[in-house]
């Protein structure tokens, strides 16, 4: 009979690397529900829809810069704290396969 070729087991993949625009929308969202804001009252003082706002933070919409600094200002924050906690969100523990 013939010899017997083992495979290498199937490695573990790597976990995914989250989106800016996810972790800008998850910092919103936490930032939105710490200050006890709602939706509406959110996006109305930033000058965007409500809807809007909903997919930002789910992070279906990559909001242009503008956006981000009305929504960052409408709950009391500098484009710069918001940036800094989503580059915070995307150093974490996240460790990528070479």
Do not use: N
Not at 1 to 21: C, D, K, N, Q
Not at 42 to 57: D, K, P, T, W
Not at 77 to 94: C, E, K, S
């Amino acid at each position: 009979m013939g010899e017997v070729i083992r495979f290498p087991a199937p490695s573990t993949p790597a976990p995914v690397e989250p989106l800016w625009r996810e972790a800008a929308g998850e910092e919103i969202r936490q930032e939105r529900h710490r200050s006890e804001r709602t939706l509406s009252d959110v996006a109305q003082r930033a000058g965007i829809s409500v809807q809007y706002l909903s997919e930002v933070e789910r992070g279906l919409k990559e909001p242009s810069s503008e956006v981000l600094a009305a929504v960052a200002g409408a709950l009391g924050l500098r484009m710069a704290d918001l940036t800094l906690r989503v580059a915070r969100r995307l150093h974490g523990p996240v460790c990528l396969a070479a």
